[in-house]
């Protein structure tokens, strides 16, 4: 596609369910980013994929975070039990190669009551 | 923790005015890239200026980087009020294929 999409644009879940967050890149980008966002700061990084693999997942805060992306082009990131504390925008982001520029998507607006 | 960090957090001018934001890092890069953000929702790349480059234009946007001093600066000439938004610098670090975020500055253009 044009841009990087990202679906659901926002999720309401209840604290303990699983969520999916979906990411669909700019078609031959082979780099592809997850970060996180919270009111008032800066995006934090979560984990980059090369391809297929997962190059850095150093910012995954805990085991409760997981993502794919099993044919090197759409993401998905998976929260389970979700807590209150994990409310926040998702961002994906892609670029052509490791170095290059991101393009973003809208990101997600994931808020857990 | 955050890699780079803008100052100041917080600026507003007038219409026509230009605009300067800095930003800090504290590790070798291999480049720096600034974005900005509008509602809080999806950011834009505006340049990318590599660790063997000194400065870089694009439009109104003049981007320089001294990477003796760690710092970068976005100035943004003939300010609009359409310019209004966040706007962060990201380091991509020499080994980390990734960039990190500073917490961004926040620009007010009035009409």
């Known amino acids: 596609g044009a841009g990087v999409s990202q679906t659901p644009s926002n999720k309401v879940t209840e604290k303990g369910k699983y969520v999916e967050l979906r990411c669909d890149p700019i078609s031959g980008h082979t780099a592809l980013y997850w970060y996180r966002q919270s009111l008032g700061q800066g995006p934090e990084f979560l984990i980059y994929?090369?391809?297929?693999?997962?190059?850095?997942d150093s910012g995954l805060p805990n085991d409760r975070f997981f993502a794919v992306r099993p044919e090197g082009s759409v993401s998905t990131l998976k929260i389970q039990r979700t807590e209150r504390g994990d409310s926040a925008v998702y961002l994906c982001a892609s670029s052509l190669t490791r170095g290059d520029g991101y393009t973003f998507g809208s990101g997600t607006r994931l808020t857990v009551v | 923790s955050q890699q780079g960090e803008e100052d100041p957090q917080a600026l507003s001018i007038q219409e026509g005015e230009n605009a300067t934001m800095n930003c800090s890092y504290k590790?070798?890069?291999?480049?720096l890239q600034w974005y900005r953000q509008n509602s809080g929702r999806g950011l834009v790349h505006l340049i990318l200026i590599r660790s063997n480059e000194r400065e870089k234009h694009s439009g109104r946007l003049r981007v320089t980087l001294d990477t003796s001093k760690k710092s970068s600066s976005l100035l943004i000439t003939a300010s609009r009020a359409a310019d209004t938004a966040s706007y962060f610098c990201?380091?991509?670090?020499?080994?980390?294929?990734?960039?990190?975020f500073g917490d961004g500055t926040t620009l007010t253009v009035k009409p």
């Open positions: 990201a380091t991509d670090g020499s080994n980390a294929g990734k960039s990190t």
């Open positions: 590790t070798s890069i291999n480049n």
């Open positions: 994929f090369q391809g297929t693999g997962a190059a850095d």
